[in-house]
């Protein structure tokens, strides 16, 4: 039990350390990661369109 207790006092000043992020940076930092996820999912849909688009090519044409 006195591990128990330990690791909790720990954390709790551990926890007292962090630094949390503003509003403000936590709102950008979503909109980036949202940016990022569509700007990906684009660029994946696009090679999933091109590479499909080939292969039908190569198969009708054989």
């Known amino acids: ?9 720990e954390s709790a000043a ?3 350390k962090v630094t949390w992020p503003t509003k403000k940076e936590t709102y ?3 909109l980036l990661v949202i ?10 849909g696009l090679l999933d369109y ?3 688009t080939g292969l039908q090519f190569i198969v009708i044409n054989k």
């Open 1 to 9: 039990m006195n591990k128990l207790t330990n690791y909790i006092r």
């Open 14 to 16: 551990e926890m007292k």
């Open 28 to 30: 950008n930092y979503t």
């Open 35 to 44: 940016g990022i996820s569509l700007a990906v999912a684009v660029f994946l």
């Open 50 to 52: 091109i590479f499909s």
